[in-house]
Each structure stands twice: as structure tokens, then as C-alpha cells.
């Protein structure tokens, strides 16, 4: 069983609704992470949390919002998505980021079909 | 940049052992990591190897490491139908802010 627990696991929406997806540890992690990842392709990284503080975006559009309320929370505030947005999104977290180079541990992921 | 290369399908008979080699650009790397992804799942974190270390073992996998070439193998001993999967070698970027994932080998083990 993963220790990193993502709902919900399947989600379909159009292209005007407002969505979040959740993300929540319990291992004592300060480092959080958003992935994308496209079918037959590897993950690929949006945004990651150090401390409850983004210290990484990696161009993502602004109508992906994440949000960091806590140590074990990490959301991802969907708005105005395109089809091309349809994917498996996964929530990561490892010890700490930055020059330790801890493992990251991933969820299950929540499948998102846009509309 | 980074870069880390595996090659895509693989494809063995159960109770044979499976090899899945991975090549890798940044030799600042601390750790370098194997992942598993079975189908509609999320990534399960196999096993990791220090970067001081040549090889290391956990039950049927053995992970070698062999820093001068950068290439690293994952070595599943008496493969089972249960290992059909898509694995991913990683190694953190410089930072070690992120990793920087192959594209993944689909591993097929017939019976």
C-alpha cells in the first residue's frame, strides 16, 4: 500500500469546471511534488513544495493552481483545462528537497479526462 | 543537461532472470533509483543504489552500478507473470530538486 494517498483516483471534468485534486502524507515529508504524465511516457515534473513553499514551477499555465496548507496536504486547483490536459497526475514526497537527494515516494495517482 | 536513456521493451519466459540496463548523464548523481508502474497504478519505489556503491541486493532484485561507463542495471532473478510492468530508471537532477526519469522498459514475461 502507498504511503502517499491521492483522491480522488479518477476524475472527468469539461473544460469549464473548477476541480481540485488532493494529495496527503503522513511520513513527516517537507518536500512535495506534482508530476504529469502522458500515456507510455515517463513523469514529468510541474511543481515542487519545500517547507509548505513553492520552490519550483516548472512553466506550468496558470490554469493549474497548487496549494501547500500544511506539511501533509499538498492540492492541485484545476481551472479552465484543455483536453490536451488529460493525464495521469501524481503527488510525490520525499524527506526534503535540495542536495540530499532523498527518494521520492509516489501515489497512485489521479486520472484526469478533460471534456 | 541530463539525460538518462533505457531501452523500451524487454521481453522474458517466467523463472528466467530479467536485466533492464539504464544509462545516465550526471555523474554528481547521489542516488539512482528504479521504479515500477503497473498499468492504471502510480509509481512504486523498487529499490535505490548510493552512488558509492557498485551493486547492491534486496531478495530477487540486484541493482549494478558501474560509475565509471554511468550505466546502471536492475537484475530480477526467477521473474514472475507479477513483474509484467513498465520500470523506470532516475536519477536526481543537479539540484536534487526533481528526478530525471528514463522513458521506461515494459518488461513482458510470459508463462
Known amino acids: 500500500d502507498t504511503e502517499v494517498t491521492q483522491t480522488p483516483k479518477h476524475l472527468v471534468m469539461g473544460m469549464t469546471n473548477k476541480k481540485s485534486l488532493k494529495c496527503e502524507q503522513h511520513m513527516g515529508h517537507r518536500a512535495m511534488y506534482w508530476y504529469k504524465q502522458k500515456a507510455k511516457k515517463p513523469p514529468e515534473l510541474m511543481f515542487v513544495?519545500?517547507?509548505?513553499?513553492?520552490?519550483i514551477n516548472e512553466s506550468v499555465p496558470s490554469r493549474f493552481s497548487p496549494e501547500c496548507p500544511n506539511s501533509s496536504l499538498l492540492n492541485l486547483h484545476l481551472h479552465a483545462l484543455q483536453p490536451e490536459d488529460s493525464a495521469l497526475y501524481l503527488c510525490?514526497?520525499?524527506?526534503?528537497?535540495?542536495?540530499?537527494?532523498?527518494?521520492?515516494?509516489f501515489g497512485d495517482g489521479t486520472r484526469l479526462s478533460i471534456l | 543537461g541530463e539525460d538518462v536513456e533505457q531501452s523500451l521493451f524487454l521481453s522474458v519466459r517466467e523463472g528466467d532472470s530479467s536485466v533492464i540496463n539504464c544509462t545516465y548523464t550526471d555523474s554528481s548523481s547521489t542516488y539512482l533509483y528504479w521504479y515500477k508502474q503497473e498499468p492504471g497504478a502510480g509509481l512504486q519505489l523498487l529499490t535505490y543504489i548510493f552512488s558509492n556503491m557498485d551493486m547492491k541486493q534486496d531478495q530477487r532484485l540486484t541493482v549494478l552500478l558501474n560509475k565509471k561507463d554511468k550505466h546502471l542495471s536492475l537484475r530480477i532473478a526467477d521473474t514472475q507473470t507479477g513483474d509484467s510492468a513498465i520500470y523506470f530508471c532516475a536519477e536526481s537532477n543537479q539540484a536534487g530538486t526533481a528526478l530525471i526519469f528514463g522513458k521506461g522498459t515494459t518488461l513482458s514475461v510470459s508463462s
Open positions: 510525490a514526497s520525499s524527506q526534503d528537497s535540495g542536495g540530499s537527494n532523498q527518494p521520492q515516494h
Open positions: 513544495y519545500s517547507y509548505e513553499k513553492l520552490s
